[in-house]
């Protein structure tokens, strides 16, 4: 889960390091923005040494990797977390001021479905002044949740209500025990693309970036699901404690280790474009150029992994395949999905826009093995992910 941590101007900044330590060995990931006031009570230095990433503080600041960072870091987001929430923020919040880097992402933040959360730190004649109380009611309204403050000492050394929550109380409030359907389960997943040589530098490959078959692994590790993720070249990494990562680069190398491990999984799902083809002959040596000649490399046909995978399956295996389609979109899809002994199909086309390779996106169609079909819209690869995973049992 992505989590960010908006931190603002209060002495209790001091538990946040602790907080994010929480989140980080539990398997999310960490953004955390933060106030000007807030960085006099906790160093940049800290936050993103723990975090792993650069703190969002300013929004004009030449750093930034976006020129509007308050949208991206929203899209990126799954959960707000405002720790401590002073009474400054809760003001703007209920208010909707948008007035500087933290601010400006919380107001994009609540204008979408994802959960935010606040925890009060203050005074407590601060907390119990009646434009505080009924700012923190207008929050309530507006669907945010309140992770109480407790009574105990304050930085002025009174006794009171105010105490932000602890870090542990926090965490649990933001990632509750939850059902994990798929405990005890373990699925193979194949992702990214495949490359195949034919001298010492030059491959044939293809677009693939691997990110719908990372999030689907993701998905499964998330609800409680052992993952064995097979990944042709890509730049993604998981760490997810769930997830065994195997890396290869050709598709006989993807061959090898799928039928190897499918044997001991409940499932699998097949997202890796794989090459269908592969050069005859391969050489150590990089090809030169010979004047103006051409270059005719004899291509075979490589091993179909769902098609055997399709035949090894017995009992109460899934076997789940992707068609990316260009032209009779359905009619190959289910023709594949029949052939190869699919439990479904998802397929997706490149001639829906925001649907091909390296986008953080995708429109795909749920075709089943009883003929019913189930066309999806476009939506971010994490929502697709998580309609595929639900198709698991």
Same mark, same amino acid.
């Given at each position: ?22 989140? *980080? ?21 800290? +936050? ?167 999030? +689907? ?87 179909? +992994? ?13 076997? +789940? ?17 029949? *052939? ?54």
């Amino acid at each position: 889960m992505n989590i960010i941590i908006g931190i603002t101007g209060g002495i209790a900044a001091y538990k946040i390091p602790m907080l994010i330590r929480l989140f *980080k060995q539990a398997g999310h990931e960490v953004q955390c923005v933060a106030t000007d006031h807030a960085l006099q009570f906790v160093t940049r230095l800290t +936050i993103e040494t723990l975090s792993g990433r650069r703190l969002y503080s300013g929004l004009f600041e030449e750093s930034n990797e976006r020129s509007t960072e308050h949208i991206a870091l929203k899209e990126w987001g799954d959960e707000l977390l405002i720790a401590p929430a002073t009474a400054n923020i809760i003001a703007k919040m209920a208010n909707g001021i948008a007035d500087d880097a933290l601010s400006t992402l919380t107001l994009s933040f609540t204008g979408t479905t994802k959960p935010v959360y606040i925890c009060p730190a203050m005074n407590t004649q601060m907390l119990e002044a009646p434009a505080t109380r009924r700012n923190i009611e207008q929050l309530r309204k507006d669907g945010i949740t309140i992770i109480e403050s407790g009574c105990g000492e304050l930085a002025c050394g009174a006794v009171g209500n105010g105490r932000m929550a602890e870090p542990e109380e926090i965490y649990n409030n933001v990632i509750p025990c939850k059902i994990e359907p798929l405990k005890g389960k373990k699925y193979l997943i194949t992702a990214g693309p495949t490359y195949e040589r034919f001298d010492a530098v030059r491959f044939i490959g293809n677009y693939s970036s691997g990110k719908m078959g990372y999030a +689907i692994a993701e998905s499964i590790a998330e609800k409680g699901g052992d993952v064995v993720l097979i990944s042709g070249p890509t730049h993604i990494e998981s760490k997810h404690s769930r997830i065994n990562t195997i890396r290869v680069e050709s598709a006989r190398e993807m061959y090898a280790t799928a039928i190897e491990h499918f044997p001991n999984c409940d499932g699998a799902i097949l997202t890796a474009a794989v090459a269908d083809y592969r050069p005859k002959t391969q050489t150590d040596h990089k090809i030169k150029k010979k004047g103006d000649e051409g270059l005719t490399i004899e291509l075979i046909q490589n091993p179909d +992994i769902l098609a055997t995978l399709g035949s090894m399956k017995k009992g109460c295996q899934m076997l +789940i395949g992707f068609a990316l389609e260009t032209d009779n979109e359905l009619a190959n899809a289910q023709k594949k999905l029949s *052939k190869k002994n699919l439990d479904y199909i998802i397929m997706n086309s490149l001639n829906d826009r925001g649907a091909g390779f390296g986008v953080d996106t995708n429109k795909v169609t749920i075709i089943r093995r009883d003929g019913s079909v189930t066309e999806g819209s476009l939506k971010s690869k994490k929502e697709v992910a998580e309609d595929i995973v639900a198709l698991l049992k």
